[in-house]
């Protein structure tokens, strides 16, 4: 993990951007939040993109706002009966792009990332290899979060990123 200055180059911005911090308070699965699953699949995408020739910093960045929807999914499901292509799954890509786009400058690999990420849920598949990694991303890190009943935070990607914020923001 020692790539860690290189990822965090990256997407500090957008980590250390008020509203993308407010992700801490939603919880994606189980016991992660969206904040923490974001985090994660960026870092996989750009382990995964290390092994390959492809634009690492679109890879990163748009893994990071994949989903960048800002509400908590699970409580919205209750409030309103959502039905069909109007069900979160379906609809949360948009939303995310939609954000994103309101407070960061966007490439249009980035964009096609976020927005595909959920194919085949949304019908068009992704058009560029960057989109690909974070779609692959996002399936690998949501299967673990929804079959390891309790994450804990102690030795994981959640604590070594935080661990490395603080240590990278002390030395500076
Ligand atoms: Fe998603
Ligand atoms: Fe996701």
Excluded at 13 to 34: A, R, V
Excluded at 60 to 72: E, G, K, N
Excluded at 107 to 128: G, Q
Aim: hydrophobic share 35%; with cysteine.
């Amino acid at each position: 993990m020692n790539d860690f200055k290189e990822f965090y180059e990256y997407g500090k911005d957008i980590i250390l951007h008020e509203t993308f911090q407010t992700q801490k308070k939603f919880i994606q699965h189980g016991s992660i939040s969206i904040y923490d699953h974001a985090i994660s699949v960026a870092y996989k995408a750009f382990t995964l993109c290390k092994k390959r020739r492809c634009d690492i910093k679109a890879v990163v960045r748009a893994a990071l706002l994949h989903d960048f929807f800002l509400y908590d999914w699970h409580l919205e499901g209750r409030r309103v009966k959502k039905r069909g292509f109007n069900k979160h799954g379906f609809t949360h890509a948009r939303k995310a792009l939609k954000n994103a786009e309101d407070l960061f400058d966007l490439t249009e690999r980035e964009k096609d990332a976020i927005l595909k990420h959920m194919f085949p849920l949304n019908l068009s598949p992704p058009k560029y290899k960057e989109s690909w990694i974070v779609h692959l991303a996002d399936d690998m890190i949501s299967l673990k979060e929804t079959f390891t009943k309790k994450i804990k935070k102690t030795g994981t990607i959640h604590q070594f990123i935080e661990n490395q914020v603080a240590r990278y923001h002390k030395n500076k």
